[in-house]
């Protein structure tokens, strides 16, 4: 029993002391979409065919992996985060 006490209370501390997840990266994300050149497809626009809007920001990372995926872009979820956390501030303005 003093076994079970003491690993749930290891358990919680470490699920306590996790760090908070950091805020995308404007500026990776801002590189990121230069570097893929992502206007070519996308236009100034920043979305591919002319009245196709994505509704929020969890449809902008999944447009954003998908296009990393179909052009072998080896990004991290991270990358996927910044590519649209930057795509949003231009484009979108979700919350």
Known sequence: MKRTATALSIALAALFTLPAQAAPDLAMGKKLYTE???TQCHGEQGYAKKGERVKDMGSLK???QA???NFNRDWFDEDVAAVAAYVNSLHFKFK
């Open 67 to 69: 296009c990393a995926t």
């Open 62 to 64: 999944t447009m954003v």
């Open 36 to 38: 893929a050149k992502c």
